[in-house]
């Protein structure tokens, strides 16, 4: 069980928006920035939002990410069925010097 | 091209050992961080050790510390990790990949398959 919450499962229709959230604790992401990964079964995660809400070159605007206190969310705007997979937040804990993902969302595009 | 490719993995028993070798390209290996992380099967993904850029200072989660060994060369742009005592809990896709941030990984391995099993 991770010190990461995620909801196990978030679904939504073509051109919705969704929103998954990661609630932790001040010991991490109280104190360190928010990054968040999708992942599609069967291949290497892809880095979607890192330091909280910034987008790798290449990830499309769609994908937006916020932070507050301690929790995060990843919104995803004008959902594609080609967005059917699975979400991680992470966040690194300086005390004790160890990264940690949530326990993931998987994402169903009805 | 810059990219990370994992080798090594296979089938080992409960106690042995194995390693798993990262080799990078197309970026200046010594500034990056590069961490493995490891995705057991019907479960998420797991952040097992790191080592930094610049300094090559390593951390190990607690799942894995006092079992698994970092070992990087800046020369070959290389990060190979020792692992031994494997359990049956170790079974899973390793990857290993470069960081841009604290656990903001830009560059991904393909994975490789570690297996412990009799």
């Known amino acids: 069980q991770s010190v990461l919450t995620q909801p196990p499962s978030a679904s939504g229709t073509p051109g919705q928006r969704v929103t998954i959230s990661c609630s932790g604790s001040?010991?991490?992401?109280?104190?360190?920035?928010v990054n968040w990964y999708q992942q599609v079964p069967g291949t290497a995660p892809k880095l979607l939002i890192y330091?909280?809400?910034q987008r790798p070159s290449g990830v499309p605007d769609r994908f937006s990410g916020s932070k507050s206190g301690t929790s995060a969310s990843l919104a995803i705007s004008g959902l594609h069925s080609e967005d059917e997979a699975d979400y991680y937040c992470?966040?690194?804990?300086?005390?004790?010097?160890?990264?940690?993902f949530g326990g993931g969302t998987k994402l169903t595009v009805l | 091209e810059v990219q990370v490719v994992e080798s090594g993995g296979g089938l080992v028993q409960p106690g042995g050992s194995l390693r798993l070798s990262c080799a990078a390209s197309?970026?200046?290996?010594?500034?990056?961080?590069i961490n493995w992380v490891r995705k057991a099967p019907g479960k998420g993904l797991e952040w097992i050790s790191c080592?930094?850029?610049?300094?090559?200072?390593?951390h190990y989660a607690d799942s894995v510390k006092g079992r698994f060994i970092l070992s990087r060369d800046n020369a070959k742009s290389s990060l190979d990790l020792q692992m031994n005592s494997l359990r049956a809990e170790d079974t899973a896709v390793y990857y290993c990949?470069?960081?841009?941030?604290?656990?903001?990984?830009?560059?991904w391995g393909p994975g490789t398959m570690v297996t412990v099993s009799s």
């Open positions: 992470a966040v690194w804990v300086d005390s004790l010097n160890v990264g940690v």
């Open positions: 080592s930094r850029g610049g300094s090559g200072t390593l």
């Open positions: 001040s010991s991490n992401i109280g104190s360190n920035t």
């Open positions: 330091k909280n809400n």
């Open positions: 197309g970026f200046t290996f010594s500034v990056h961080g």
């Open positions: 990949a470069r960081d841009i941030n604290f656990l903001a990984f830009d560059v």
